[in-house]
């Protein structure tokens, strides 16, 4: 199964990707670039995808924080809230539920191109800001848990695949931090979201 929000454009890179992952279960997701694409794209031409990296590989800008597509096998999430799809937090959430139920997340930005044709938000409803945050974005922040520390990345998936290999991230000091938060009960939860945002204080300090 693949969830890809409709801005994006996959290429044939998408199944010889899926094709390596050697996991029965395991959550796919990587970096969008994002490109201004102002001319229709003719899918009837046998190189549209060939004339689309060479344009990718000059005007693309990589978005760190987008997770706009997940690939995953049928089945292996049966109960999950009900979000408000192509709003902020929901896709952050089920990289957190996926490790949480250790189910493999592997960051596929290097093998696979998810190319996001940059647009206006106009059409968030009631949109706060400039992006997607609005009224929807905020009711999927309460069903995920209401914590930010249920809101997970690329930078917190275990594996990364590379054009050669597939690669486990091993331990680190936020490795530790992650398996504590999956592991312990809830009630410890408030603390670690104090350490969190302590963290991030620190790294902002050091960058002014």
């Not at 005007?59 to 987008?66: D, I, P, V, Y």
């Not at 922040?141 to 486990?168: A, E, P």
């Not at 398996?179 to 408030?190: A, C, D, Y």
């Amino acid at each position: 199964m693949c969830y890809v929000n409709s801005d994006i454009i996959l290429l044939d890179d998408t199944m010889s990707t899926i094709n390596r992952i050697p996991f029965d279960k395991y959550l796919i997701a990587g970096q969008r670039r994002d490109v201004d694409i102002f001319s229709l794209i003719d899918y009837e031409d046998p190189e549209w995808e060939n004339n689309l990296r060479e344009y990718e590989k000059k005007n693309h800008k990589f978005f760190h924080g987008g997770i706009d597509y997940l690939i995953f096998p049928k089945g292996i999430f049966s109960h999950l809230p009900p979000f408000a799809v192509g709003r902020a937090g929901w896709d952050n959430w089920l990289i957190f539920y996926s490790r949480k139920l250790q189910i493999p997340t592997i960051d596929a930005t290097q093998t696979m191109t998810a190319i996001h044709q940059n647009h206006s938000y106009s059409h968030v409803p009631s949109q706060a800001g400039h992006g997607y945050s609005g009224p929807e974005s905020d009711h999927n922040f309460k069903l995920s848990g209401g914590r930010r520390i249920y809101l997970w990345n690329l930078d917190d998936v275990k594996w990364i695949i590379t054009q050669s290999d597939l690669i486990n991230k091993g331990w680190s000091f936020s490795e530790c931090f992650r398996i504590l938060i999956l592991r312990s009960p809830e009630l410890f939860h408030p603390l670690y979201e104090s350490i969190f945002w302590l963290q991030h204080l620190v790294r902002y300090k050091e960058l002014i």
